[in-house]
Structure formats: C-alpha cells, structure tokens
C-alpha cells in the first residue's frame, strides 16, 4: 500500500518555467515532509524540508507549499535551470521515526 | 570527508548465487539504512539499524540479511539472488537532531543484476 503518492511522473518544463511536483499522503500522523533531489548516477540529497505546523516553506528557488487539511504538499522551482534536471522524491515520516516512506519520483527536464 | 561509502558499484550475479553489499560512513551517524530504487517504485526501505546492535525490518526484508558490524559498516547480504532482486541498492545514515527525523546521506548506489 502506497501510503505516499506522487505526481506527475515525468515533467517537462521550458527553462524559467515553474514545474510543480505533488504529493499526497494517507497517514494523519506524518509529521515532517522532506524532498529529495537525485543527480543520474547519484544517491539521492536532502533539498528541502517542511513540518505540519506551517503552509510554507522557501529555500532559495525551492518552494514546498503544506495543505495539512487536504493531507497534500507541493514543491515549486522558481526560474527553474537546466541544472534542475533531476529527480525529485518526496517523503514522509512520524514521530520523529527515521523511517521515511517515499514517493515513487517525478523526472524532471528542463529544457533550454 | 568520503560520507557513504558503498561497495561494490557494479555486480551481475546468477539466479542463486549469494552475495554481500558493503557500507560504510565516517559521519558518526548513529542510523543506518539500506533502500533499493526500482523504475515507478521509488526507494523502499529494505532493512535499517538505528543503532549499533540493532537492526529491524523495512518495507521490503524478504530474500535479505542485514550486519550491522560496528558503528560505521552495515552490511546487506543476499543468500540466493533472484531476478526480482535486479535494483539499484542505496545505503543511508542518518542523526537525530533533538528527537526528530534527520537528514540522510546516501551513497551513490550498488547497480545489481540477477540473471
């Protein structure tokens, strides 16, 4: 049972663009919400990280938008770049558990 | 620093033969984690250890062992490879900060084929 859903999973966006990657979660208890970033060839790194107690979140161009209520959260790339080209995971957790439950992954492309 | 350090990078087996995927971080992370990354499947934990000494099942255990032989190495083992363990293997190590979730440092992967 997949308990974190991720969409689209394939995404391609003109450079400057904005793409936007959803996650959706069933388990109320889920309490912090990262999201990964995973070069070809690469592991996966932290990008950005959200908890429950706020809707936003900026770290640079990256941008990760909470609805608590509609148990869903969004990253947004601002003037997004070639070297944005990634995957992108996101993730879920609670309680503090280092156990994190992924999202199957959005491939991205930016194009020039 | 090297970070996650996992070994082999590249290994093809056959259906049958066993195995042994090596991890080690210099981090002092007290968590460690093996994940494989599957095509639309994402990353699935397989098994983790939050702590020298212990270890405990993921989402996905079957077919694997775990060693967690000191505070730096955790080990994965196959016993008898199948096809279905064709993956990309990941390990993981992780802090806790105050109590709550830390960040995970991967390694750069373990590309296993079972023929």
């Known amino acids: 049972q997949q308990q974190v859903k991720q969409s689209p999973q394939s995404l391609i966006v003109q450079k400057g663009g904005i793409p936007i990657i959803n996650c959706a979660y069933e388990?109320?208890?889920?309490?912090?919400f990262p999201w990964y970033q995973q070069f070809p060839g690469k592991g996966p790194a932290l990008l950005i990280a959200?908890?429950?107690?706020?809707s936003e979140k900026k770290e640079g161009r990256f941008t990760i938008s909470f609805n608590k209520s509609a148990k869903q959260f969004s990253l947004h790339i601002m003037d997004s770049q070639p070297g944005d080209s990634a995957t992108y995971f996101c993730?879920?957790?609670?309680?503090?558990?280092?156990?994190?439950?992924f999202g199957t992954g959005t491939r991205l492309t930016i194009i020039p | 620093n090297a970070g996650v350090t996992q070994t082999p990078k590249f290994q093809v087996l056959k259906t049958g033969q066993s195995m042994t995927l090596q991890c080690a971080q210099d981090?002092?992370?007290?968590?460690m984690y093996w994940y494989r990354q599957d095509p639309g499947m994402g990353l699935r934990l397989i098994y983790y250890?939050?702590?020298?000494?212990?270890?405990d099942k993921g989402e996905v255990p079957n077919g694997y062992n775990v060693s967690r032989l000191n505070k730096r190495e955790f080990s994965l083992r196959l016993e008898s490879a199948a096809p279905s363990q064709t993956s990309v293997y990941f390990c993981?190590?992780?802090?806790?900060?105050?109590?709550?979730?830390?960040?995970?440092?991967f390694g750069e992967g373990s590309r296993l084929t079972v023929l």
């Open positions: 993981a190590s992780s802090e806790r900060a105050g109590g709550n979730t830390g960040e995970l440092f």
């Open positions: 388990n109320t208890a889920f309490d912090y």
């Open positions: 959200i908890r429950p107690d706020v």
């Open positions: 993730a879920a957790s609670k309680g503090g558990n280092e156990k994190l439950t």
């Open positions: 981090m002092n992370h007290n968590s």
């Open positions: 250890s939050a702590s020298e000494g212990t270890t």
